[in-house]
């Protein structure tokens, strides 16, 4: 699993790309290192040596997956927090030495280690014999699927945890073993299809459950529950009515607080503002609709059913979200229930 990661197609065919992929230039490794990492200094462990680099990156949506290694002892430091990326470093071979807190901590085979280098300090060493298939994930897109999957959006007792997870047979590997082989049997998948953003998904869903288990904080009920009642119960409402959207004002006057309450709230143990929230039920909603209802209703007269009316905006909120315009989504579906129509028909005939 992984040894081949990609390197080879599904039919174990080498896969050519080209000189650019190897490198004994130290200026050519550390531009590629900038353009898929973020900038941070390396220094070689033994002077003057040269690399011997693998450099082979992939797009999964917003995140990239690449195949790397320097092919000499390294430490590096200084990793720029500007850039905002979370790097997930799975050993292939070899071994890493990364920082925590107190100390140190090594991955070797199988092992994987996750930092967000936008909320903490961060240095690694890497011996000679180290490969990697690393991936960097922008923060920002880890915070909106911890949002949509678990209803708030962690602070730094997760992010500024760097910690060690996975290992050899783990779920966290045959995960990125599916996603080496999907993106070069598609040959890369890019930002705006279906299939990056569900790559995407899956991965940064996965991610959250491991760092949050590795570094012992409560993603699912814990954290919820740690809310006041009257953020939890103005969840209820706007999950409930969120068709109609009813205003942060009155929401916050059902619940028997101030909007002011409520939103410093929401901000503090859910990360996001009430407005915000709201959105992003009625975005779900509105998915839920081109997906089910019947196909002869437009797109158009779904979206005005959820009291959206400026479609142009609309359609690129849509797409940030759920990587297709809902045109694309309403027609993958009702060629999905019409097919289902004609196979029932067909039988029954």
């Known amino acids: 699993m992984l040894h081949d990661a990609l390197l080879r197609d599904a039919g174990g065919l080498a896969i050519d790309h080209g000189s650019a992929s190897r490198s004994a230039d130290w200026d050519e490794v550390q531009a590629f290192c900038r353009n898929v990492y973020m900038p941070y200094r390396v220094r070689p462990l033994v002077r003057l040596s040269r690399p011997d680099a693998t450099m082979i990156s992939a797009r999964a949506g917003r995140l ?37 807190d107190g100390g140190s901590i090594a991955t070797g085979a199988g092992d994987s280690f996750v930092v967000d280098c936008s909320r903490t300090d961060y240095w690694l060493q890497g011996d000679p014999d180290h490969m990697q298939l690393n991936l960097t994930i922008p923060h920002a897109v880890m915070e909106e699927t911890a949002e949509r999957w678990f209803g708030f959006v962690p602070d730094d007792g997760l992010w500024t945890r760097r910690v060690r997870f996975g290992g050899p047979g783990s779920a966290w590997l045959s995960l990125l073993d599916y996603t080496a082989r999907t993106l070069v049997q598609a040959g890369g998948a890019p930002s705006d299809t279906a299939l990056a953003r569900h790559i995407e998904e899956m991965l940064c869903v996965e991610l959250l459950r491991q760092w949050a288990g590795a570094a012992g904080f409560p993603l699912q009920e814990g954290a919820r529950c740690a809310a006041p009642g009257y953020v939890r119960r103005a969840e209820e409402i706007m999950e409930a009515e969120a068709r109609d959207a009813p205003s942060i004002g009155e929401v916050a006057q059902r619940v028997g607080v101030s909007a002011r309450t409520l939103s410093g709230g929401f901000h503090r143990f859910r990360g996001v503002s009430p407005r915000a929230f709201l959105a992003a039920r009625r975005f779900d909603g509105f998915w839920r609709d081109l997906e089910t209802l019947p196909p002869e209703e437009t797109v158009t007269a779904i979206a005005s059913a959820w009291g959206f009316s400026n479609f142009g905006a609309l359609a690129g909120r849509y797409r940030d979200r759920f990587g297709e315009s809902p045109s694309q989504t309403r027609k993958r579906a009702t060629r999905g229930q019409l097919g289902f129509r004609f196979r029932t028909g067909s039988a029954d005939g």
């Not at 590096?76 to 890493?96: C, K, Q, S």
């Open 64 to 100: 990239t997956m690449t195949r790397f290694s320097y092919g000499t002892g390294i430490h590096l430091d200084r990793f720029d927090p500007e850039a905002g990326n979370i790097l997930v470093l799975n050993t292939l071979r070899g071994a890493l030495d990364h920082q925590v």
